[in-house]
């Protein structure tokens, strides 16, 4: 006699990312998929997306699935000057892939200049399109440094990301 096995449950998953890169001039500022006009842009194999790159990191470290480095490593070729949006899209089908589902997206970035908050809603959008989920599941904050440190004096700028998934697989 075989044992009843109980359908599967959701699970929460909870993964956190971050990611810092150089701003130096020549480059182009890429934010949330958006270009910025600046002076100074993100210095990265990619697109340098920091904002991005800190999704993904917390979306593949909610799904226990490595990250940003393992998927795409600044070693292969393939990656240089990628936009960070086709590597968040390359994300939401692996997630897809391994059964679980987006609950929502948290995230911040630090930096000092130009202000972004204008721009949050064309990026929670271009987000949203990308991993095929509702803008509202996505929040976009922005805050500066103080003046203190890289960031505070425009070397830098950094992001932080939290993603909730929920899965109804038993790995």
Do not use: W
């Not at 599967?8 to 998953?13: F, H, M, N, Q, Y």
């Not at 150089?22 to 990265?44: A, D, E, Q």
């Not at 070397?155 to 993603?163: D, H, M, Q, Y």
Request: glycine content about 8%.
């Amino acid at each position: 006699m075989k044992a009843k096995v109980p359908p599967a449950t959701p699970e929460l998953r909870v993964g956190f990312g971050y990611d810092i890169h150089r701003l130096i001039s020549g480059r182009k500022l890429i934010l949330g998929g958006v270009h910025i006009p600046h002076p100074t842009g993100l210095l990265g194999h990619s697109d340098a997306d920091v904002l991005l790159h800190a999704i993904c990191d917390a979306l593949l470290g909610a799904a226990a699935l490595g990250d940003i480095g393992t998927h795409f490593p600044d070693s292969d070729k393939r990656y240089k000057n990628i936009s960070s949006i086709t590597l968040l899209q390359r994300v939401g089908a692996l997630l897809r892939k391994n059964d679980f589902e987006i609950t929502n997206i948290d995230s911040t970035v630090i930096l000092e200049a130009p202000k972004i908050n204008p721009l949050v809603p064309r990026m929670k959008r271009l987000l949203a399109r990308a991993l095929g989920i509702r803008a509202t599941r996505i929040s976009i904050k922005a805050t500066t440094n103080e003046g203190v440190g890289p960031l505070g004096s425009e070397e830098a700028c950094a992001a932080f990301a939290v993603a909730a998934l929920t899965s109804r697989s038993r790995a």
